[in-house]
């Protein structure tokens, strides 16, 4: 019963970079886990990044450890994902994810799911 809505997405040039925001609304009672996923232009969704309610655990893909980090504030329902150094093989759609049952990097443990918002980077 939770909905997501992501923003930040946009067009950049390598090396550049980005902030996505999720924001959510709905049962925000719940201790919920989070994470961002993303999907590549024929590809399947893959993990990016997730983070406990209480945000003491978080797992960041190798593709992305070092450039991009995750963070939550519960208080506003908002989940945030900083990314730095941007290459060409991050562009991809990147939705936000709420889990109610457990903490994963299965995108199909996942319960809720925003509609995606663009990354574009050139080289």
């Known amino acids: 019963q939770v909905q997501l809505k992501e923003s930040g997405g946009g067009l950049v040039q390598a090396g550049d970079s980005l902030r996505l925001s999720c924001a959510a609304s709905g049962d925000s009672a719940s201790n919920y886990a989070m994470g961002w996923f993303r999907r590549a232009p024929g590809k399947e969704r893959e993990f990016v990044s997730i983070?406990?309610?209480?945000?003491?655990?978080?797992y960041y893909a190798d593709s992305v450890r070092g450039r991009f980090r995750i963070s939550r504030d519960n208080a506003e329902n908002t989940m945030t994902l900083e990314m730095n150094f941007l290459k060409p093989e991050d562009t991809a759609v990147y939705y936000c994810?709420?889990?109610?049952?457990?903490?994963?990097?299965?995108?199909?443990?996942?319960?809720?799911w925003g509609q995606g918002t663009q990354v574009t980077v050139s080289s």
């Open positions: 983070i406990s309610w209480s945000g003491d655990t978080i």
């Open positions: 994810a709420a889990s109610v049952h457990s903490l994963s990097v299965a995108p199909g443990t996942y319960d809720f």
